[in-house]
């Protein structure tokens, strides 16, 4: 039974490195999958919200929709990504919540650039971050590990890009509304801080997703408050 549970291990380690895998524990990857599987089930959540108590003109709801579509996307597929045991499903899984990373982004600022902001400013917001997105979606589905740094450095880029438009945001969203903005800006910094030390330390990736969450819970605050 021993020889048996070595030979399963050793396997499992073997394809790991074959596939370019983490070495999460069983543990680690329940918590990880159940953290964003909770995410999933508020991002449906959210966007029925949005589409019920919002405004019902065509842009409010085509950019809110697209908001919804990306958090669901990102929760749902770094929920199977994490509950996939180690095969091929699992590293496709993987390249795709790197590029869903680069999808939320850009869903985040659809409806800020396009509702909040509106006009010459907020097309040249919107056509900066997506096409941005586009290139990094590419770039991770070309070589995810040869990206790897560059994608960071655009997750880090693209989240604070509002800061070169933070005058105009002062006139368009109330105190409360920068709060929640720069605070799901600071959630989802911290967690990048954390995602880089997630494999060495145990549990720390499942505290990266947490922090993933609180900064979508933010900036959803910032959204629906444009929104409604």
Known sequence: MNDNSMSKSEWRTTRRKELELPSYTMAEEVINAATHGVGAGLAIAGLAALLINGRHDTLTLAADSVFGVTMIL????STLYHALGVCPGKKICQILDHCTIFLLIAGTYTPISLLCFGGVTGWVMFSIVWTVAVVGIVLNAIDLK?????????????????IFFFKPLLTHLDPGAIFNLIAGGVFYTVGAVIYGVGKKVKYMHSVWHLFVLGGTIFHYLVIYHISV
Not at 74 to 77: A, F
Not at 146 to 162: E, N, P, Q
């Open 146 to 162: 040869r990206f790897k740094t560059f994608s960071m450095v655009c997750y880090l880029a693209l989240g604070w890009l509002v």
């Open 74 to 77: 990102l929760y749902t597929v």
